[in-house]
């Protein structure tokens, strides 16, 4: 990687972008479960008020229609009032004989009713209560993570970015150390002999006019020299000989060296 300030600095943005992806997910993870498992205990006491309502609907309804048919068989006045303001019972202490007998049959379903409407009342309370400390969770929940959910996106947009910047650096480097190469690059060696030798001092030029770059003083001559036809596998024979290596590891590493000699890198032969 390149090691300008510029480097170091998408090198930072790159190890914040991967901070950020993996804590805002960590958090994002948490806030779901806590939400989901708040919610779920909204949900089970919202369906908990709902069905004590529905069950007091079905006794009172019940209990009307108890009443209704009472009064038919009684040939009595229903002493449960239903309107759409206000359901009561009207108690029958004397008067007429099935009116009392009406009201007082009703009278124990009535009180039961009654009861029942109060402790459901009692607890539909402690359930708001309840559901209003989970709501006030469930908001503080939010302002928690709200702040890390909100930077989801900056963690890939500074992956992305630092990516960018990191690959543009680096053919940047790449570039100024070919330049440096070339620019530095003095000593070769001769093809023929396989001494090194400083090509920047050899002016002379083949025939076809290319600059001598292959051959030290001692083999190159302007007037009578004569480019060797040489193959590759008698060329690297004729080095290797010069050299006196004999063993497998010499020849596979002198191998590697003579293929980056110039003349045989740029495909001369």
Not at 253 to 263: G, I, P
């Amino acid at each position: 990687m390149p090691t300008s300030l510029s480097g170091n600095i998408f090198n930072i943005l790159f190890t914040i972008g991967m901070f950020l992806i993996g804590y805002t997910y960590l958090q994002t993870e948490k806030y779901s479960a806590t939400h989901t498992a708040l919610s779920r205990r909204v949900d089970t006491i919202t369906d908990s008020i709902s069905l004590q309502k529905e069950i007091l609907d079905l006794e009172l309804k019940n209990l009307i229609l108890y009443s209704n048919r009472l009064s038919i068989e009684y040939h009595t006045e229903n002493p449960i009032v239903d309107n759409d303001s206000l359901t009561k019972f009207k108690e029958v202490v004397s008067g007429n004989k099935n009116d009392v007998i009406v009201a007082n049959k009703i009278k124990g379903n009535w009180d039961k009713y009654v009861l029942n409407q109060r402790i459901s009342a009692s607890e539909t309370r402690k359930l708001n209560k309840t559901l209003k400390i989970i709501n006030e969770d469930l908001n503080r929940s939010v302002k928690k993570y709200i702040i890390w959910i909100d930077l989801i996106p900056l963690g890939p947009a500074l992956l992305v970015i630092s990516t960018l910047g990191l690959m543009f650096g680096q053919i940047k480097q790449n570039a100024l150390v070919n330049k440096q190469i070339n620019e530095g690059r003095k000593n070769f060696k001769c093809q023929s002999c396989t001494k090194e030798f400083n090509a920047t001092v050899q002016r002379a030029k083949f025939n076809d006019g290319e600059i001598n770059e292959y051959y030290c003083n001692e083999c190159f001559s302007n007037d009578d020299f004569i480019e060797p036809e040489l193959t590759k596998e008698l060329a690297f024979a004729k080095y290797i000989s010069q050299r006196g290596i004999t063993n497998k590891l010499g020849i596979w590493t002198a191998k590697q060296d003579f293929y980056r000699m110039r003349r045989w890198w740029y495909g001369k032969y």
